[in-house]
């Protein structure tokens, strides 16, 4: 019996085929709130295309185990798996697979998770559509993606012993298929990376918004606890100095409220805690026996005692009213001396940041509140019906969801779907202020914006998919017509109908070929002789390219060591038979090492260029050869140059070389360079060997060296070696 390799055995290949789904599906792409392209059901489709439906019901059982881990649903298994059947049954049936996957999620896909959804889970019910479309779209992608895979690998097919039976269709009807697969892949997967951006977009917007929003709200908050600390510290000061009488106090103080509608109440206390003067004067009127003490009141006791200014924590109030507060109060000093004679106090009437909602929040859909340090409620908008000077209870929200904003929920604290994104800003009295966005509104505006996408690429599809039917009968109705006419065993024959500008070019080839072949075997020859010429002709030009090559130093452009010690033979030669001078200059890059090691190789090489440009502009004659001799070693090779003003025009090139401004392409900073020169001057006669050159313009540039680097060491020599 023969044993098959793993890969043709249909239980082992659906395994396989499983687990890679799994290890796929742990690794979801997260596009938005908790919408997740996963593509690892696409290894149970390809199963279900190539091997049926129960060995995708086996694939399909591994790969969505990973979601059943994630997500912890079972419907996963229930919803998945009857797909995997589905599809393999229409496979079965010889019907194309994603026609059957569309049908299966219009008609059984979309109603069963809309069912689970909406009896067995805790997504609220405005979330639920979201998620149906979420879900249709991603097995759209996967399985298209399935289907084209199989589709373009067609040895996938023959890797297994058992074949489901395929069903043969028309070039049109495959044309047509493949168009329909290539399109909506490429139109789905587009749509989402549109709106992938798109959502980043304004959540980046909206969150910029809250941002805003939160930090103009908690500096309008400081200002306006700041303001009225102000109020109370300056009429502390005003009765100091004007000593009033009480009737006098009780009508200052009464003014002061009346311009500063910001405090609630004010009052003035006497040093055993007695209220002996209020704003209005009513509520002290309506006390019984018109007496009151705060003596027991921080705000009383830190003012009076400690003599400073005094912000208390929001509490509520007695006496003049139940209303949540914060007391701000100062001490009141005789003008005579420093004794404390009473306390000035004002109730700040944090009802007043309605206001501050309504004047940031009225046009918006936004929500605010506003705790303690103590996170304890200190204002809330109406619409979030929070009990003032309760510790808030909430919690961070969206664990699962992928979000750019931070969420969080004020209500259901057991679920994770989130009530609000939201931004907040810390006051430097570690007063907190939260803006809130509620969420399910965007949620709405993402939906809106993937059904009128979706909707554009439906419309977009329909009419690609229409003009693909179209060329698909133009181009199958010639090769009809060529077909009828060879089967006919009759000579090919000019007709109109291959004529037309609507048969493709190739189809209206083939029938010239089949018309003419000797013209075209002999159009065939005449372009080989053609492609023979070119190719000498090209083969010529690599040749010189590469002499070229081998000659010049790729980095700078300048002659390599090779190109120059083969000219020097020449240079030499020529300047010896006139009797004229030849100077060979080393010229070596101080610290360039250095430079590689500060700015990098890429600073390195772009020194060693910008260095050769300039001895390429300094250096003119056609006889002058500058080359490129080791790593930041360069040789100068200057036939039939003036001894006495070598040195000088070197001491140039050296000085051009020092205000040299080099830019690294890395990051732009400015790298300056010097060189150290050393030269040999002398009559050509002096040596034909360029290595005696060499030795002595070498020690010349190490005497430079060792005299502190950036000179010019230059020896004029008269003595003929050879």
């Not at 790298?671 to 040999?680: R, Y």
């Amino acid at each position: 019996m023969t044993h098959l390799p793993w890969y043709r055995q249909p239980l082992l290949l659906s395994l396989m085929a499983g687990l890679i789904g799994f290890a796929c599906n742990s690794f979801p792409i997260p596009l938005f709130a908790n919408v997740q392209l996963v593509l690892g059901n696409t290894l149970y489709v390809i199963v279900a295309i190539l091997l049926g439906p129960w060995y995708a019901l086996l694939a399909a059982t591994i790969s969505v185990t990973s979601l059943m881990l994630q997500w912890d649903s079972p419907h996963v298994y229930l919803l998945f798996c009857l797909e995997a059947m589905a599809l393999g049954g229409a496979r079965l049936r010889r019907w194309p697979v994603f026609y059957a996957g569309v049908g299966f999620w219009l008609l059984l896909g979309m109603p069963l998770i809309y069912g689970y959804l909406h009896f067995f889970s805790d997504l609220p019910s405005e979330y639920i559509p979201f998620v149906v479309i979420k879900q249709s779209v991603n097995a759209m992608v996967y399985i298209t993606l399935a289907c084209l895979i199989v589709l373009l690998i067609p040895a996938l097919t023959r890797l297994i012993a058992r074949q489901l039976p395929a069903k043969r269709s028309g070039f049109g009807e495959q044309l047509f298929y493949s168009f329909l697969l290539l399109l909506n892949l490429s139109l789905m997967i587009s749509t989402l990376v549109f709106n992938y951006y798109w959502v980043n977009k304004q959540q980046q917007i909206l969150g910029k918004h809250l941002h805003e929003t939160a930090k103009n709200i908690g500096l309008a908050v400081e200002h306006y606890l700041e303001r009225h600390k102000s109020v109370i510290a300056t009429a502390a000061e005003l009765i100091k100095h004007s000593s009033p009488t009480p009737d006098e106090l009780q009508r200052m103080l009464s003014r002061l409220h009346k311009l500063n509608p910001g405090f609630l109440t004010m009052l003035i206390a006497d040093p055993e805690g007695s209220i002996v003067q209020a704003s209005p004067v009513s509520r002290l009127q309506g006390l019984e026996g018109n007496h009151i003490r705060i003596d027991d009141r921080d705000y009383f006791q830190q003012a009076f005692f400690n003599e400073r200014l005094y912000v208390s924590p929001v509490f509520l109030g007695r006496g003049f009213g139940s209303d949540a507060i914060v007391a701000i109060s100062s001490p009141l000093y005789l003008a005579t001396g420093p004794q404390v004679i009473g306390v000035l106090e004002g109730s700040l009437n944090l009802n007043r940041f309605s206001e501050l909602d309504n004047d940031f929040l009225e046009q918006t859909n936004q929500l605010m509140f506003i705790v303690d340090e103590n996170m304890r409620l200190i204002y809330a908008s109406r619409a979030l019906a929070l009990p003032k000077l309760e510790r808030l209870n909430y919690r961070q929200s969206g664990k699962h969801y992928s979000s750019l904003l931070p969420m969080l929920n004020l209500k259901a604290l057991d679920n994770d779907s989130p009530e609000y994104v939201y931004s907040h800003y810390r006051l430097p009295n570690n007063w907190q202020i939260f803006v809130l966005n509620p969420y399910a509104p965007l949620l709405h505006e993402v939906e809106r914006q993937f059904m009128f996408t979706f909707a554009l690429l439906l419309l977009f599809l329909l009419l690609s998919l229409l003009v693909a039917r179209v060329v698909g009968q133009r181009l199958t109705m010639p090769l009809e017509l060529i077909s009828k006419q060879l089967n006919k065993g009759k000579r090919l024959t000019e007709d109109k109908l291959l004529d037309g500008h609507n048969v493709p070019v190739e189809v209206s080839h083939l029938y010239s070929e089949l018309k003419e072949s000797q013209r075209q075997l002999m159009a065939h020859q005449l372009d080989l002789e053609e492609k023979v010429i070119i190719r000498t002709l090209e083969l010529e030009q690599a040749n010189r390219k590469l002499k070229q090559l081998a000659q010049t130093d790729p980095l700078t452009g300048l002659a390599n060591r090779r190109h120059a010690e083969a000219s020097f033979a020449t240079l030499q030669g020529l300047c010896q038979r006139n009797h004229e001078a030849i100077a060979v200059v080393l010229m070596d890059l101080d610290f360039f090492k250095r430079v590689n090691d500060e700015y990098g190789h890429l600073g390195g090489d772009e020194t060693l260029k910008q260095v050769a440009d300039l001895l390429k502009t300094k250096f003119k004659r056609d006889s002058d050869l500058i080359s490129r001799y080791g790593g930041e070693e360069l040789l100068l090779l200057l036939p039939m140059c003036n001894p006495l003003k070598i040195e000088q025009f070197l001491n140039e090139i050296r000085q051009a070389i020092a205000e040299l401004e080099i830019i690294n392409p890395e990051d732009q900073r400015l790298i300056s360079v010097t060189v150290s020169i050393g030269a040999l001057i002398a009559n050509a006669s002096y040596s034909s060997s360029l290595e005696v050159w060499l030795k002595e313009a070498d020690a010349n540039l190490y005497q430079a060296k060792s005299e502190g680097r950036n000179r010019v060491i230059c020896t004029l020599s008269a003595q003929d070696l050879d």
